[in-house]
């Protein structure tokens, strides 16, 4: 568990909330509540938070379930890769090696929505079957439902630098 600040408020009459500033757990509680209560809710929220940082920890496994799942749903099964994983990569989401079928995503996605790290996956997907970014490419990527609002996502994130 994380150092835990329990801050008071009188103002706060029922809702606990919590934030994590360098490392410290902040609690903030309704000035009213109790010891124990105010125990049971640093607890919980240190758990609450322990489980957003491991789903957002990039985790290759995951990147290969996302991946095969989306390979029977979208490719009919028919995509074969050599290895899938995350990497340091400054200014690309994603990379395709077409030659020996290393697929590489960003490890600053890993924090992202599931749907638009499933879109950085079917973009790179497609391209194991297509190199290039032409006419084919887009019908194979156009499979994915939620294109369109996951590259808009991107780029917004892109502009913001
Ligand atoms: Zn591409």
Known sequence: ?????????????????????????????PATMSHSERQHWAEVMSRRLERRAERSRPSDERLQQLASKLNSRHF??????????????????GSCTFTDGAIRIARRAAPLPDWVLEYLLVHELAHLVHSDHGAEFHELENRYPLMERAKGYLLALDSLG
């Not at 909330?17 to 609690?27: D, F, H, Q, T, W």
Request: proline residues 4%.
């Open 76 to 93: 009919g099964g028919n995509l074969r890769w050599a290895s899938i994983g995350f990497a340091d990569m400054e200014r690309l989401w």
């Open 1 to 29: 568990m994380p150092p835990v600040r329990i801050i008071t408020s009188r103002k706060r009459r029922r809702t606990v909330s919590a934030r994590l500033r360098s490392g410290v757990l902040e609690l903030l509680v």
